[in-house]
């Protein structure tokens, strides 16, 4: 399985962006697939992920009302529109698949089987 990341880029604070990733797989289905970024210096964490069963969507507390995840289950591809960027924002850009989809692990890096390469995102105050 390989997943693509694109639409990182440099923008001003209060700006949006949208990241697209792209996944060689037939279907979504029974998977969860995940947004993780990760800034300089720090550790990979959870943005966002959405499970295609149910097509439930979860985020994290620091992006909740501001970043939105969703899908396309017939061009394989998820979307995460990120508005009102700030600085804290910038990083590396991650999508994931979880072929488990478990709930209880649906914030968890460790979980995800397949990874792309990332997409940096640059939000300039």
């Known amino acids: 399985v390989q997943l693509q990341a694109f639409g990182g880029g440099l923008v001003q604070a209060g700006e949006s962006l949208r990241l697209s990733c792209a996944a060689s797989?037939?279907?979504?289905?029974?998977?969860?697939v995940g947004w993780f970024r990760q800034a300089p210096g720090k550790e990979r964490e959870f943005v966002a992920a959405i499970r295609w069963n149910g097509r439930h969507t979860y985020y994290a507390d620091s992006v909740k009302g501001r970043f939105t995840v969703s899908g396309d289950n017939a061009k394989t591809t998820i979307y995460l529109q990120m508005n009102s960027l700030k600085s804290e924002d910038t990083a590396v850009y991650y999508c994931a698949i979880d072929s488990s989809s478990i709930l209880s692990t649906i914030r968890t890096a460790s979980a995800y089987d397949y990874w792309g390469q990332g997409t940096l995102v640059t939000v300039s105050s």
């Open positions: 797989v037939s279907t979504f289905r029974n998977y969860a």
